[in-house]
Nanobody, 119 residues
Framework: QVQLVESGGGSVQPGGSLRLSCAAS????????MGWYRQTPGKQRELVAT????????TYADSVKGRFTISRDNAKKMVYLQMISLKPEDTAVYYC????????????WGQGTQVTVSS
């Protein structure tokens, strides 16, 4: 069982920056690919960024490429999402996800953290 707790959300003006953090406990963190997803009311949860278990490979949604950076620290059991040049359309609840690198049916979600980009 993996528990995930997100933090770092908040309100920011367009063009601003935020850094989201996700702390993991339980399980063997280094066996999990990690991801950030986001969801707005009435819409499906969408993938924002992923990082492999070793941190060697990352993927990004086209809408955030060049603005968001995902990273992880396996020693600290942490994953981060650095967001710059934020836009109003980035407003959403952001969720941390852990998916086992071998068993994709073994995955966990955090409770989410709200990010609001507004002037």
């Amino acid at each position: 069982q993996v528990q995930l707790v997100e933090s770092g959300g908040g309100s920011v003006q367009p063009g601003g920056s935020l850094r989201l953090s996700c702390a993991a406990s339980g399980g063997i963190f280094s066996l999990y690919n990690m991801g950030w997803y986001r969801q707005t009311p009435g819409k499906q949860r969408e993938l924002v960024a992923t990082v492999t278990s070793t941190g060697g490979s990352t993927t990004y949604a086209d809408s955030v490429k060049g603005r968001f950076t995902i990273s992880r620290d396996n020693a600290k059991k942490m994953v981060y999402l650095q967001m710059i040049s934020l836009k109003p359309e980035d407003t959403a609840v952001y969720y941390c996800n852990a998916t086992h690198e071998l068993f994709s049916g073994s995955y966990y979600w955090g409770q989410g953290t709200q990010v609001t980009v507004s002037s």
